[in-house]
């Protein structure tokens, strides 16, 4: 069966993360297809690679990269809650002649016409908030 | 035909509240994160009482986040303890899935 | 692909962020074409009380905002007689084009639904 | 002595229903925020009757919150409007403060 | 400058991290050599429930981090009895260390502080 | 009188931070002192300088930036929320070996104990969420 999944909150802060991150993986061991996972809202801090967790705390970013890597995931960003919020990549850093830059592929900024399509081309979204 | 996630404490959120609100009869609901506290809150046991609906409700709590918060011993039938697995094969088998937070 | 998708919208606006992204996410379905029902749920009502301004507190009027529904083809907006009664309002205390209906009906349009999406 | 500051609404948070239930007699309640919500919620109401209490509990809300939110002519007495000057003052003038969120 | 300081900790634990948050500050403030008194106030006493395990969701165990409370010195751990029997608990099902008190000693807990934070 | 406020929610996801922003304009205008305003959780985010917001939108790192330069305040986030949150200063990058950082003065980024002080050396402590 096809899942996407929609992260509204952020890491660190709430289990949401978390959560999302353990059903993407239970999906994949399960012979599920993940089509897209979006995130949203303070979701989108999740696709910061400035992360600098404690050395025994698990590093969100890094297990939605390898994740990604690993299993060809789709991780979308909500570029405009992104923008606001200071989730950035070059691309966008460079457009709005920002100084630096904090995310980058796997993790790409698109618009919510991104989550419609999950939704639509997928069985289930499910939402971790 | 849909499973509710709760993913709040009913004792702070009224996420439970407001899902009990609209609950269909065929429905069922899954306790996740702060969501498992649900387990002692009354709004879930009432809905636990044989006499409360003609086809009771199917309730799910996710066992990693009751044992996290120390409630093993508190969970009881017929609230079933499932695994991150059979979650995912819960919300293949229901046709809408709604969190609730 | 237009598929017929019930959106719940359950936060009040401004306090979150929430009740507006909700509403992009429903003007982005809208101009791709789906088939678009609100429930306004629990403290998603207050979304369409009248008299909003939101200026004082560097905010976009929420209910100016939710104006632009019908030129979206979105005329399916519904509250819950029970949310309205549980705060002491009426249908003419929110902006116009809002349904009241009861529980059953509810469950019929649940079951009507391709997809559910709930902020 | 202690102001008390409703962050929250109480149809969806317990966070007035909590400070409620340690309320000291000479405390306030300042509404701010979707916490202002809570002049249509019962639990804020019964506390204004004369009999619920000898000594009145001072209750204010934030004016620019109640009007963002239309609920200007909802607001009524003793519930007083009060601006964020005001409620600067009101901060200096009780020895405690805390936040319910 | 030492200082009488209560906390309210109001948070269940790992659902959000205001517990963990809560707690850091505590152990600071212990470090700085105030006199710090706990009321675990609302769902906040969830994070005093005994045979918590957070691995299996990738989280410290919250009440293993409460116990080392007492080396700070910090004794006064309180609890509402509303609170306990609101969540069906007694004090079996708690750590050691924790008093329950009624509304009546919270009053007068309240009345000997220099200051009070809420997480 | 001397206030300082703690802000514990990420700007334009929550009302909080622009609350407290007006409760220090307020504070200022009324001829208070504003000790400190200490940034903890989600309140970190207040700090990233790669903000971007609609022209139409408040831009907060800027709002609290101008506040502080106007009259001198003093913005403290707290160095372990920031840190695993992606909230680095040029010194945090270097340190993590972090090929970017999105913060700078006025925010300092400190330890808990600037919490502390803040509660000890003022009169009210207000807190923001």
Redesign the interface.
């Known amino acids: 069966m096809k899942f996407s999944l929609l992260v509204l909150s952020s890491p660190y802060s709430r289990q949401a993360s978390e959560s999302a991150l353990r059903f993407a993986k239970s999906c994949i061991d399960n012979g599920h297809t993940l089509y897209r996972i979006f995130f949203y809202q303070d979701g989108v801090q999740n696709a910061s690679q400035l992360q600098t967790p404690a050395q025994d705390e698990l590093n969100l970013h890094k297990e939605w990269q390898s994740l990604a890597e690993n299993h060809d995931l789709d991780l979308v960003v909500c570029i405009a809650a992104a923008l606001k919020r200071g989730v950035l990549n070059k691309e966008e850093a460079d457009r709005y002649d920002q100084a630096a830059f904090n995310t980058d592929a796997p993790f790409e900024l698109s618009g919510l016409g991104q989550l419609l399509d999950a939704q639509l081309q997928s069985d289930r979204l499910i939402t971790f908030a | 035909m849909t499973l509710h996630l709760i993913q709040r404490s009913p004792f702070t959120h009224q996420a439970l509240s407001n899902c009990l609100k609209t609950l269909m009869p065929e429905d069922s609901i899954l306790l996740m994160e702060d969501g498992v506290y649900s387990i002692q809150h009354p709004l879930l046991q009432d809905i636990l009482t044989p006499a409360a609906q003609a086809k009771p409700t199917s309730i799910y709590a996710l066992i990693d986040d009751v044992n996290a918060r120390g409630l093993e011993a508190f969970n009881h039938t017929p609230i079933l303890n499932i695994s991150m697995a059979e979650f995912v094969e819960q919300c293949a088998q229901h046709k809408h899935v709604i969190s609730w937070y | ?1 237009k ?1 017929k ?1 019930l959106v ?1 919208m ?9 009740a507006r ?1 909700g509403l ?2 429903i003007l ?2 809208a101009a ?1 074409d ?1 088939d678009i029902t609100i429930l306004f ?3 998603g009502v ?1 979304q369409l ?13 929420h ?1 100016a905002s939710l104006e632009v529904l019908p030129m979206y083809d979105i005329e399916s907006l519904y509250v ?1 007689s ?2 309205l009664e ?4 009426s249908l003419n205390d929110l902006i116009p084009g809002v349904e009241i209906i009861e ?1 059953d009906e ?2 019929q349009i ?2 009507t ?1 391709d ?4 902020f």
């Open positions: 692909m598929k998708i719940l359950r936060q009040a606006p401004y306090g979150s962020s929430l992204d992009d996410y982005t379905s791709y789906q749920l629990g403290d207050w009380l009248k008299q909003q301004n939101g200026k004082s507190i560097y905010a976009k009027t209910s819950l029970d949310d549980d705060r002491q309002l529980k509810f469950h649940m079951n639904q997809s559910v999406i709930g």
